[in-house]
């Protein structure tokens, strides 16, 4: 089966590895790459975007987005995470090709509509960009046959503050509008992805195998600093490659079926809050928004294996 997807995201380290896995793996057509602020500026993301897909080398093309949240201001980059550049201060050169013109909402919704029925989002980003297409083509959402996202936690915690995961943080009004919205969401959170670690082992073993791991291994550097000295951690949380792998091997992973709603409040903000479908509670906020698939668990070391496979027999 052929999967075609628009992969939204602000690369960042580990964007960067779910970015090469989508965009060299076989099953998958990416139709285009949108961006969005987050890891770092949008402008810096949507650089990344264009050297990531120059690496690939099938000429996909990058369409720039939001470069803020829908009603707040941009909190501060995490360069101590990313580096500057996004890239762990690596300093890449500027790739040969540019971003296109049209704006990252207006092409998703002119895909969408284009090949309904046809079209799997994954965003491993701030959701401002998927906000924004269904503000204003709300008609897009019986379309898109799903919508994956890295971000949220269930039961996990937060990573940004205590209770919010960073991608929801940073844009709460937008995942609102997104969890709302009726599109057929796949939550891949925390509750999975700090379950999911590469080694430093792993990111060896992708750097002997090619280029690309080359150059994965060599953008790591600041982001495994950032997990041995917060965590003591010999690995990363693999994050947004562990959402595309969710796509690609559902079998490796479990889920609940629940409704998702999002904290605005200052001290909750970007909490997501999951009411199972299974388990009544005294009060419900039921505005019978739809239900969506939260991912709990997870093969770990599948999801790495697969990781590794998919780098040596495609990406070059
Ligand atoms: O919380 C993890 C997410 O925040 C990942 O998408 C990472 O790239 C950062 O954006
Ligand atoms: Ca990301």
Known sequence: IMNNIIFDTDPGVDDAFA?????????????????????VPVE?????????????????IVYQGANKPLERKVINYPSFIHGQDGFGD?????????????????????????????INLVAVGPLTNIANSI?????????????????????AGGNITPVAEANIYNDPEAAEIVFKSGLPIIMVGLDVTHKVFLSQKDI??????????????????????????????????????????????PEFFKYKVARVYVSQDNLTRGQTVVYLKDLKHETEI??????????YDVESKKVISEYLKVAKNYMH
């Open 204 to 249: 060896d073993k992708l750097s002997s195998l090619n280029n690309s791991g080359k150059f994965l291994k060599k953008i790591s550097n600041i982001y495994m600093k950032f997990y041995k000295d917060t965590r003591n951690m010999d690995g990363c949380f693999f994050h947004d490659a562990t959402a595309v792998i969710a796509m690609t091997n």
């Open 44 to 60: 810096t993301s949507t650089k990344n975007a264009l050297i990531l897909s120059e690496m690939a080398g099938k000429g996909t």
């Open 19 to 39: 970015l090469l896995y989508a965009l060299n793996h076989p099953n998958i057509n990416v139709l285009g790459i949108t961006t969005v602020f987050g890891n």
């Open 286 to 295: 039921n505005d019978n928004r739809g239900f969506v698939q939260v991912l």
């Open 135 to 155: 503000k204003q083509d709300p008609s897009i959402a019986n379309k898109v046959n799903s919508l994956l996202i890295m971000g949220g936690s269930w039961l």
């Open 90 to 118: 690596t300093n890449h050169p500027h790739p040969k090709f540019n971003a296109s013109k049209l704006d990252a909402a207006q092409f998703i919704i002119n895909e969408i509509n284009e090949n309904s029925g046809n």
